[in-house]
């Protein structure tokens, strides 16, 4: 029994996800644009902010653009795994992540995301329906695989501004979505 037990807390363990960095702004689940605007005062500094997303976007794009230093960013899921870091995507230093079928936004310089400026989903499909953490800081900064480990040794930045652009397509569109597939399938 004792040994059953001892072996139940050893598995237990092995899956306890890394405590979550403390935010200083949640954007919940976005449709459309939001932003957020604070100050980077420190060396060394991370700053999170946190996202929801629901399962029904077709794409998001989250751009540092605005802040008046260098930045680097990484998006973590709710665990502490890496999705995605990204320095320079978007304006001058600034960072931009692309995913899903793109937005076709301009977020970035013409030689940036793709070659053109635009998101279009340079950063994959997707990440999925989850809780998702976004650490900023100021270049030069790196981002662990997992356990939210990001480490800076930037010095203090100034302002910075985190923009999300979203959507969630209405249940109307995502039917039509439906049988417009459902068409092309047919006329195979």
Same mark, same amino acid.
Request: charged fraction near 15%; glycine fraction near 16%; aromatic fraction near 12%.
């Given at each position: 029994m004792k040994k059953a037990l001892a072996l139940a807390l050893v598995a237990g363990l092995g899956s306890v996800a890394a405590a979550q960095p403390t935010t200083v702004y949640d954007f919940g689940t976005v449709n459309g644009m939001e932003s957020y605007t604070g100050s980077h005062t420190a060396s060394g500094q991370?700053?999170?902010?946190?996202?929801?997303?629901?399962?029904?976007?077709?794409y998001l794009d989250i751009t540092s653009n605005g802040t008046v230093f260098?930045?680097?960013?990484?998006?973590?899921?709710?665990?502490g795994t890496l999705v995605t870091s990204n320095d320079d995507d978007g304006i001058s230093l600034q960072s931009t992540l692309s995913f899903g079928t793109g937005s076709g936004l301009l977020l970035g310089d013409s030689w940036n995301l793709g070659g053109n400026g635009l998101a279009e989903g340079e950063n994959g499909a997707m990440p999925g @329906? $989850?809780?998702? &953490?976004?650490?900023?800081s100021r270049y030069n900064t790196t981002f662990g695989?997992?356990?939210?480990?990001?480490?800076?040794?930037?010095? @203090? $930045?100034?302002? &910075?501004?985190i923009t999300v652009y979203s959507n969630i397509p209405a249940p109307a569109s995502l039917a039509l979505l439906g049988l417009g597939g459902l068409v092309a399938r047919r006329r195979r």
């Open positions: 991370v700053i999170w902010v946190s996202i929801d997303l629901s399962g029904g976007e077709t260098d930045t680097e960013i990484g998006l973590y899921r709710a665990d @329906a $989850g809780h998702y &953490y976004l650490a900023l695989a997992t356990g939210f480990d990001v480490t800076s040794t930037g010095t @203090a $930045g100034g302002a &910075y501004t």
